[in-house]
């Protein structure tokens, strides 16, 4: 019998995001033993029942000891307490990878806390998931034919980064490389910032008086476009933070362009709107073409 | 053999909105003929072959003159022009409606050119689309379950308001009553403000240096929030100037409202983003449960 790619992986968070990670290296048998820890015992005892998690971790030391690799698969704002437990027990061999949306805020906080063994560190940002959350929405081929992000850092060694990527791979993600402030500029503009414009108008629509007049009008262009609205307010209010400068450049360079478009409309130019319309409509519609 | 409810229909444009409207009543057997005019020889031609149409229209004059109902059912901007050549050869039991987006526009249009027959205009407003569009995207279940918007005009008797109501609930559509600037109003903020803001989007990102960078790692959440921008330029550009005074106040209100979240967010204001973002999240999760 051959040995599996893992021997031994730990999860931290055992939702949407590590349990459908978990499952995609079980099914691939790419992975001997899967432990999970997380902050609901329930949500392990689910993961356990799902056949995601083989069992329930109890001592992070001893299991992060002799783990091949560590996934930090919760909110962005849990990981520094998980980093700092786990640091001191790192065996020589575990590697660690994080799923988190943000990723120079990780980096720095794990340069802190881990010391030397930020070495050991390769952070990543897979782009997949929904609205959905929780072991149940967990899938083994939710990575399957998505991207990956990688932010190896100047520390890691060629082949604990090329350890990471195989583990992303195994679960059918195809790898994206960039420095962490390129990834955190990129999803400032395609997805920081759409959520954010999105959770906006909601809110201004939610504070009027006619505001269950106004809903029960609203069809399917506002359905798709407050979709993500909808989203976790806490985990969106975390990645705003995070990523905040990148965001702020964002935000001010939208509202900027809409300032342009409202004169336009204010002196009706009709030419004006029209190219700002074109072009958007063909660069969008393109995009879904090349998708 | 019973009689259809309506002996004779006209309809100008035979795309999505005339040509599922068409194909709803003949499905429904609620129309005896379907003549229908258009500015394109080839959609017409395809119109009668999908089984839209009963034949394609020669002479406007004879046609709305034995006509129970004309549907307006093209662009906004074309319909000053078809209401010019419609208006003298309007038989007294003709009725005329629109599809139109937006309404005040449309109705100060016909006042003008109708005259002493605005009495017959029933104008309206079907909330159902998509992106796709042209005859061949015609489909007899479009109204299914849908809204239509009437905005009987003063001048409308009530057996004529009630004639329109029920060519729509023939459809399968249920109907709200606005007045035209209601009307204008809720979909100044629940349908062209978010087209807007969609549009705004994907022309800051369009004209960057570094947009394939960017648009390779745009996601679901990118793909859902931009689909509108996808629409048709030359609709959007109308729509927008045909509302203006809605949609300007709609898109400085929105300005504010993101002024205010960039403030926060600068400020590292938490508890004010989790807020906003929770207020958002909650209304646009009951929405859908009340959809």
């Known amino acids: 019998m051959t ?26 048998n790419a992975v001997g033993e899967v432990v999970g820890f997380g902050r609901s015992a329930e949500t392990l005892k689910q993961a356990q029942q799902l056949g995601i998690i083989h069992r ?5 030391a ?16 849990q990981m520094p307490a998980i980093m700092a437990q ?4 790192l065996g020589v061999h575990t590697l660690v990878t994080d799923g988190g949306s943000t990723k120079c805020d990780v980096v720095a906080v794990a340069r802190e806390i881990l010391g030397e063994k930020i070495m050991q560190f390769v952070p990543g940002h897979p782009i997949a998931g929904g609205e959905k959350s929780g072991a149940a929405a967990a899938r083994a081929d939710l990575y399957q034919g998505k991207k990956v992000v990688l932010t190896p850092l100047p520390e890691n060694s060629a082949e604990s980064a090329a350890r990471v990527r195989l583990a992303w791979e195994l679960c059918g993600a195809s790898i994206s490389v960039l420095t962490p402030p390129q990834h955190d500029e990129v999803f400032a503009a395609v997805s920081h910032l759409p959520h954010l414009l999105s959770f906006v108008l909601v809110h201004d629509l939610a504070q009027r008086d006619n505001r269950d007049l106004l809903l029960s009008f609203a069809a399917s262009g506002f359905r798709d476009f407050t979709r993500i609205a909808a989203s976790s307010p806490e985990m969106w209010r975390d990645i705003c933070l995070a990523n905040r400068e990148a965001l702020l450049r964002e935000v001010k360079q939208y509202a900027d362009e809409l300032h342009t478009v409202y004169q336009a409309l204010e002196k009706n130019d009709a030419a004006k709107l029209e190219a700002i319309f074109r072009l958007a409509s063909e660069v969008r519609n393109n995009w879904t073409k090349n998708k």
Chains 1, 2 share one sequence.
């Open 56 to 60: 329930v971790g109890v001592d992070i």
């Open 3 to 28: 040995q599996p790619y893992f021997k031994k992986i730990v999860i931290f968070g055992a939702g949407l995001i590590g349990g459908s990670f978990a499952l995609a290296l079980r099914r691939a």
């Open 62 to 77: 001893t299991e992060v000891g002799d783990a091949d690799l560590v996934l930090l698969a919760t909110p962005v704002g």
């Open 86 to 89: 786990i640091a001191p027990h």
